[in-house]
């Protein structure tokens, strides 16, 4: 049985929950975001739920698109994660500081 996959994955678990964080946090649809990387809306979606990983093209094209430094940046604490996760559902967005 070949494992070797395992800890990418893991990683790439981390990845596609934080791509998918930050996208919606944006207001971006998966086919927005799609059509700005030249790509259809299933490879979006096929990233976000781990059934594909991106290239390392792609995932540059996808932090440049999310307005993100560097596509390592897409990569969260799991402390980070569940952050942005209770901020998301909760409807709770950082306003600016009037």
Known sequence: ???GGRPRKAVGKVLILAMAIIRKQQGISQ???ALRIGCHQPEI????TGEVYPTKERL???ARE???DEPEDL???YKE???R???LHSGVRKSPSS
């Open 31 to 33: 086919e927005e975001l």
């Open 66 to 68: 999310l307005k993100v």
């Open 1 to 3: 049985m070949n494992t």
């Open 81 to 83: 994660y569940l952050d």
């Open 60 to 62: 540059e094209l996808i």
């Open 45 to 48: 979606s096929w990233i976000e």
């Open 75 to 77: 990569l969260l604490s």
């Open 85 to 87: 996760q209770r901020q």
